[in-house]
């Protein structure tokens, strides 16, 4: 499917919202308002948010997702509440793992979206045993080391084994903190998901790409799939720092489609929101 | 006609049955269609009907039965030999357990972890409910006869909780319930769990024998320790106190609960377990469960 303005927005206007949710994080971190690690995805925030719209369109609601651990802007881009999601960072009981989650265990029974227990990888073999006993359609989110675990591996097995309604979704930044995937491992995550006899890719973060790897005329679900999608880490692997202030920024990239004053306008309209729901809580 | 009752293993062949019959629930492990069908405690139903065969991978296999069980169907996985729980705990206890707690998902899975030994080596071999039980979150289940077995299904069903069952083949053949043998004035006190339960009692009738007076109270529900007021009796008046009898490595369950027991009582409590060594698969080099004579042994040194 070729994305048009009206997608184009609607994605920008997520992502929109993810980056100034991180920003926002960001910068209460440094204020010391949060008070345990919190792993941020600004620069990744495309993948959920591009997902997401890709699942609206073609009227897929009844869905379950899983949740890696850098995992904010997945929770927001598929209906998380963002006040729970400001008070779980703040270790309130009301957040929305109970205080419990911290930043790496978020969770929505609302939007139907699971929390990781923080073994990583383990939301591979959790989401397929899921998806085999509901045959829901359903999202499995990681990074490129978790896909390293064993049972991860497996995992990708037995869902093209049983043909499941799931798609792996690979959020590969390169890092395992600040290991690179070079040094770590001389294979690809979709070449081994081939090799289980599953659809897979290896692509971009650009949201055109992503939607042409989804088969809406079959249905999206229609048969496993693995997308290992390449994406660029903007702050540390925790807490607020940058380990590369040169690094590609796919926001600002896609920004550049839409007009100054357009871009100007969003980022404003949720930089404020955002801020009006720390300040609820401050 | 006279209503034959039914074993052990009948027993867990009729509930599995029933559970995929009529509960729509779901049955997953390694190998369950194999040629002995689990020592005989499943019906032959196959993955049209719930029964589902797994892969080789023990680790995802944990994992893949947690999903199911967050699902809301109530899932059964039933691990061969308890030793594979070193791979199959993992995201049992890290997410199963937890995610009530954490996130107010129940995960309500039944493990079914069967244990035997002799002759099968370095893991296989043996109890290890001890890998679970230091963890919160799941309730540990020994039960050794038909009526024991009943209960634990039955709780598991009514609730929402993650249960380690802790079978042994060597109880599939039992029909009859394990009732404790409870003295006024005992010199000791056995507190058996597992297999070593048929030991204890035979320990007991053997050592009465020559004026040595041994209770035994069996320990069925490991987690949570809820002793009877009897047992607690039995050992507050024993002269020389007890011992929890397991057929895992005596540093876990055993010690732990021998020291709940004498925290409560005031009496010494020790540990008898398997030896703190690797079984081998030859016979002199194996490491099995305390037998009647250890027990024997053990009973006499304290009295001594």
Not at chain 1, 41 to 69: K, P, W
Not at chain 2, 54 to 72: E, I, K, Q, T
């Amino acid at each position: 499917m070729i994305l048009d303005q009206s997608l184009s927005s609607r994605i920008y206007e997520t992502a929109a919202l993810n980056r100034a949710f991180e920003v926002s994080a960001f910068e209460q971190m440094k204020l010391g308002n949060i008070k345990f690690p919190a792993y941020l995805s600004a620069g990744q925030e495309y993948i959920s948010a591009t997902i997401a719209v890709a699942l609206e369109e073609a009227g897929i609601n009844d869905r379950q997702i899983f949740i890696q651990h850098r995992g904010h802007s997945t929770y927001l881009s598929f209906g998380g509440d963002i006040d729970k999601l400001v008070l779980e960072l703040l270790g309130d009981k009301r957040g929305c793992a109970n205080g419990m989650g911290g930043s790496a265990s978020i969770h929505s029974v609302e939007a139907n979206i699971y929390g990781h227990d923080g073994l990583m990888g383990s939301q591979g073999p959790i989401s397929t045993g899921m998806c085999y006993a509901n045959k829901i359609p359903t999202l499995c989110f990681t990074g490129d080391a978790a896909v390293e675990e064993d049972y991860f591996l497996a995992s990708i097995g037995w869902a093209s084994t049983k043909k499941l309604p799931i798609i792996f979704i690979v959020e590969d930044n390169n890092f395992s903190i600040l290991t690179e995937k070079k040094v770590r491992r001389n294979w690809d995550i979709h070449d081994v998901a081939k090799a289980f006899k599953m659809k897979a890719f290896n692509i971009d973060d650009d949201p055109q790409e992503i939607f042409s790897c989804l088969d809406f005329e079959n249905g999206i679900f229609s048969e496993p799939m693995l997308l290992n999608i390449n994406t660029h880490r903007m702050f540390w692997h925790a807490g607020a720092g940058v380990d590369d202030p040169d690094i590609f920024d796919r926001h600002k990239s896609i920004g550049e489609i839409f007009t100054a004053d357009y871009r100007e306008n969003i980022q404003n309209k949720y930089n404020n929101y955002v801020s009006n729901v720390w300040k609820k809580y401050l | 006609m006279e209503k034959i009752p039914l074993n052990l293993r009948d027993t867990i062949k009729k509930i599995v049955k029933d559970h995929l019959d009529i509960e729509n629930g779901l049955v997953m492990g390694q190998c369950l269609t194999a040629v002995g069908w689990v020592g005989g405690t499943l019906p032959e139903i196959y993955e049209d009907g719930g029964m589902v065969e797994l892969p080789m991978a023990d680790v995802s296999n944990g994992g893949f039965a947690v999903g199911a069980a967050l699902s809301g169907r109530k899932i059964i996985y039933v691990i061969r030999y308890q030793g594979f729980n070193w791979f199959n705990a993992p995201i049992i206890i890290n997410y199963a357990c937890k995610s009530k707690e954490i996130w107010g998902r129940p995960c309500p899975l039944f493990v079914r972890s069967i244990a035997m030994e002799g002759g099968i080596g370095p893991v296989a071999g043996s109890s290890h409910h001890s890998i679970y039980y230091r963890m919160p979150g799941i309730k540990i289940y020994s039960p050794m006869t038909p009526s024991e077995y009943k209960l634990t299904y039955d709780d598991f069903m009514k609730g929402d909780d993650v249960f380690y069952v802790s079978e042994h083949r060597g109880s599939y053949d039992n029909f009859e319930d394990l009732i404790d043998i409870h003295f006024d004035d005992p010199h000791y006190v056995l507190f058996p769990i597992s297999i070593t339960r048929f030991n204890a009692i035979k320990a007991s009738k053997e050592l009465i024998k020559i004026g040595i007076k041994v209770s035994v109270c069996h320990i069925f529900i490991i987690k949570p320790f809820l002793p009877s007021e009897a047992s607690l009796d039995n050992l507050s008046n024993a002269t020389y106190g007890g011992c929890v009898v397991d057929d895992d490595y005596p540093d876990g369950i055993a010690k732990s609960l021998a020291n709940d027991l004498s925290n409560i009582t005031g009496k010494r409590v020790e540990a008898l377990g398997l030896e703190d060594k690797t079984a081998g698969f030859a016979k002199e080099v194996d490491n099995m469960p305390p037998d009647t004579n250890k027990i024997i042994a053990k009973v006499r040194s304290a009295i001594n």
